[in-house]
Every structure is written in C-alpha cells, then in structure tokens.
C-alpha cells in the first residue's frame, strides 16, 4: 500500500472558552460602542474588545495538510462549527473521530445539536476514561433531552474505544497518545502527531506538576510540542488564592513548562465568562512581563497568542 506523507496539520480552533459558552450581548456591544466611537474594523484587538474572544465551549479539529481526514477533540458547543467545516469542505465526509478529554458539561454540551450523530453516520470516541458510553448516552435521556440514545443508534454506528493512557494509537492517520492532566475529575490530554508535527492538548489543567519528578510520564504531554494548547483563564495570583483546585492554569505555568519542554508555540484559551476585555488586559499585560522574564534564548524561540473562536494554526 502506498503510504501518505503528511507536512503538518491545520488546528482548527471553533470553540476556546470554558465552563460555559458566553458572548457579549448586542446591549453590551451597544454601550461599548457609545463610550468608545475610535473602532477600527482592520485592527484585531477592537474585534477583540467588542466581540470577545470567543463564544463556544471547547472544541478542536485537527486536519492533515491533505485534508484527507480530521480529528475532534471533545464535543463543546463548538462543535457546531466542527459540523459545518466538515460539510462544507469534504466531499466524501469523513468517519467522524472524535477524542474526549473528560465528561464536564463545557466538553459534553455540544454533542445533542452535532447534526452527525443523527445522519447515519459513524462516529468513533476514543479516551481513557470510564463508562464512555453510558456517560455519552445519558446526555440523549428525557426529560433532558427529547431525542434518547437508542434512536441515535437506530441511525448511526457509535463505536467507544477505551484506550490505555501512555499508549501511542494511530487514529484517522493522527498518532495520539493521552496524559493526565491536572483536574478535580479525571481529565485527559491527547498529544497529536503527524510526520513531526505536535500538537498538545492541556485543556482543564491547573498544571500543578511543573518538574520532571512531579510529571513523570505525563511530561511526554509536552516534550518537544509543535504548538501547545493551554489552559489559562486566571492570573497566577487567582491560581495560587482562590481558584485553587479548581483546574484551570495560568500563563506563567505554561511559561515554566515552556522552559522544561522545547515547546515551540503556545496558544491560550478556556477563557471563563469573567474573561471580558477589562480582564483580558489584565491577563495581557502580567504575561508579557512573565515573558519578559524568561531567559534569552528561550524567548527568542517561543511564541505565544491567546486563541479565539474560529482562529486556524498551521503547524
Ligand atoms: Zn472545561
Ligand atoms: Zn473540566
């Protein structure tokens, strides 16, 4: 069989904020724009300012450089988007693959309006976790919801792989391998290779575990990724105070992480509702003096941006 080779793949963010989907309503949009008459459609920080960063709860799709197939990650609102890249740019659609990090409402919320799971489709979830199916099957029960699981399986073909963590599997032409991350609830990260390239998933992660020692297995999450994706909607002062335990980093974490690891480029995200544009800058500004921080030559190296619905990285 002749074998493909892959140059990298597209990352495909459609939905980068957490806990719950949460966007600026046209009031809010009408009350900004009365007290600031200065936006400017071709600069990238007002859209920021007036529509947010992003709306969606957490979904990620991976494509190969050949668009030949693609990889979900987790089943959030923005998954919706997932849906409508799919239909619009493959014309024989794809098995729809799908990796599932863990079973918080913001990772979940999106499956019961993915329009694949009613086509006749087959759609495959992997994870390390537990119940995968049970779990999934309870988002389709009444009185929640009106569509129950058995007619989904009357449709559809779902098949639920219970994978080992630390183990490479190749999936829809991807290697993925899943590590633990630091959650209150068992949470996985898949790191996502093609022909070299890695993207790295630390979503709902509070990052505790910052040395070698601490990280043990978990640190192949990070050595030597392509692009990481990482949970920072807190300043270090809240992950430290009163958001400890909660799950969820902060930029100067991923910085460290950064100088254990030779990551190349970090994209931020999993923004909780509070992340409007006031605390935007606040974040803004203590990661650029985190940044400024870090030692020469790994400054040099590493690039960093905070992610927002619909943004794409080629890596
Ligand atoms: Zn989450
Ligand atoms: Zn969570």
Redesign the pocket.
């Known amino acids: 069989m002749l074998m493909r080779y892959y140059e990298g793949m597209i990352i495909n963010f459609n939905g980068v904020r957490?806990s719950i989907p949460f966007g600026r309503s046209p009031n809010d949009m009408k009350e900004l724009l009365n007290s600031d008459r200065s936006f400017d459609l071709n600069n990238q920080e007002d859209f920021i300012k007036y529509c947010g960063l992003g709306f969606h709860s957490t979904n990620i799709m991976i494509e190969n450089d050949k668009k030949d197939s693609c990889l979900l990650i987790d089943g959030g609102s923005g998954i919706m988007s997932a849906a409508n890249k799919i239909f619009r740019d493959y014309a024989r659609e794809p098995e729809i693959n799908i990796l599932q990090t863990?079973f918080?409402w913001?990772?979940l919320m999106g499956y019961n309006f993915f329009p694949q799971v009613y086509m006749g489709k087959v759609i495959n979830i992997y994870s390390p976790l537990d119940n995968l199916e049970e779990n999934f099957a309870q988002l389709f029960t009444k009185p929640f919801f009106p569509i129950e699981y058995s007619f989904l399986k009357s449709n559809s073909e779902f098949n639920f792989f219970k994978v080992d963590p630390y183990k490479q599997y190749n999936i829809s032409s991807f290697d993925v391998t899943f590590y633990k991350l630091d959650?209150?609830?068992p949470?996985w990260g898949p790191r996502v290779s093609i022909d070299g390239k890695t993207y790295s998933h630390a979503i709902?992660t509070e990052a505790e575990r910052l040395d070698m020692d601490s990280l043990g297995k978990d640190s192949g999450l990070y050595e030597n990724c392509d692009l990481l994706h990482f949970d920072a909607p807190y300043l270090e002062e809240e992950v430290i105070g009163p958001k400890k335990g909660w799950?969820h980093g902060s930029t100067l974490r991923a910085f460290k992480l950064a100088e254990l690891f030779n990551i190349k480029e970090i994209s931020f995200g999993h923004y909780t509702p509070d992340v409007n544009y006031q605390k935007y800058q606040k974040i803004l500004s203590a990661t650029s003096s985190y940044f400024d921080k870090l030692a020469p030559n790994l400054k040099n190296k590493l690039k960093y941006n905070f992610t927002y619905d619909g943004q794409i990285i080629n890596i």
């Open positions: 957490g863990h918080h913001d990772h959650h209150p609830d949470c709902d799950g």
